[in-house]
């Protein structure tokens, strides 16, 4: 799974639209989705996104109830 599938997976599993997430991460819908298609996401991005969604990131974002997406 790339980042960016696990990216859109979170989002879904965290209820969160992905041009939310963006703005929550200060950037613009129409940037971040440029970065998913082109699958460019640093990983000081993936962790930007773990602290704004509350879940831990270990190349794989954890869930509160254990869950794991690698």
């Known amino acids: 799974m790339t980042a960016s599938d696990m990216i859109r997976e979170l989002c879904e599993k ?8 963006a703005r ?15 699958r460019t ?3 000081e991005e993936m962790m ?3 602290e704004v ?3 831990k990131f270990e190349q ?4 509160p109830d254990g869950k794991r997406i690698e």
């Open 14 to 21: 965290k209820n969160i639209s992905l041009a939310e997430l």
């Open 24 to 38: 929550r991460i200060g950037q613009s819908p129409q940037n971040f989705n440029k970065k998913l298609k082109r």
């Open 41 to 43: 996401i640093s990983f």
């Open 48 to 50: 930007e996104i773990a």
């Open 53 to 55: 969604l509350n879940v």
């Open 60 to 63: 794989a974002f954890v869930l």
